[in-house]
């Protein structure tokens, strides 16, 4: 990613990625898939949780015996097979639309192609499609491509805005662009899964557990508020 970035960020930055790494360890990736597979496990993910999404995804897949047949399967069907994520009836039909757009265009459903693009063009080419904004695109990118890119979520959003990682009216499409400036490429996989886990069981978005945070030195806001209390 290009760009200017602030120094004092980009230290703050690694010294977040250190300091998760030393709490959490190195993450993995729930597992590879390819470049189709994680697009459409993604779509699958929206405003769900990653139990819901895996249970999803092995029902969808144990009921069609390829991604042809879920492309050309009965709507209904495909919507009862992925219940388990919820918003079925707006994900699958999002995803069959998907699949045939992808085969119209490449005529089958393989988008090894990618991998011979930048990150930008295949960042622009995935993001044409209906449902698949900045973060689905940067996961595809990330996980399955091995282009860096650096996807964000709900709960990196509100993490990196209490830490003071980005400003506070940032847009999240903006966020994506912004942290991956800070952020150098290799970290940017364990960076994007352990700030996910602080938020998930730390910095939670109604009572976080500042006292628990292995970065609340760092932390403008719990930095801030200690601060109104004296």
Not at 81 to 108: F, M
Not at 112 to 127: D, I, P, T, Y
Not at 145 to 155: A, N, R, Y
Request: glycine share 6%; with cysteine; hydrophobic share 40%.
């Amino acid at each position: 990613m290009e760009g200017q970035s602030d120094p004092h960020l980009v230290a703050k930055a690694r010294q977040v990625y250190e300091r998760l790494l030393q709490r959490f360890g190195e993450p993995r990736w729930h597992r590879p898939l390819s470049a189709l597979e994680e697009l459409v496990s993604t779509i699958l993910s929206q405003n769900t949780n990653d139990r819901n999404r895996d249970v999803a995804f092995e029902r969808l897949r144990a009921r069609f015996p390829s991604w042809e047949a879920v492309r050309d399967a009965d709507p209904e069907a495909v919507i009862e097979a992925i219940r388990p994520a919820g918003l079925a009836n707006q994900k699958g039909p999002r995803i069959q639309a998907v699949l045939r757009q992808i085969t119209a265009e490449q005529g089958s459903l393989d988008l090894s192609f990618l991998e011979k693009m930048s990150s930008e063009e295949a960042r622009a080419w995935l993001m044409r499609f209906n449902g698949v904004g900045p973060k689905t695109a940067a996961i595809v990118l990330q996980f399955a491509l091995g282009k860096p890119s650096f996807p964000v979520d709900t709960h990196i959003y509100r993490v990196s805005g209490r830490l003071g990682l980005r400003p506070a009216k940032m847009s999240v499409e903006q966020a994506h662009v912004h942290l991956a400036t800070l952020f150098p490429p290799e970290t940017y996989g364990s960076a994007h899964l352990n700030l996910i886990r602080l938020g998930r069981e730390i910095c939670l978005a109604r009572s976080p557990r500042c006292s628990e945070c292995p970065l609340n030195d760092l932390c403008d806001d719990y930095q801030r508020r200690l601060r109104d209390e004296t």
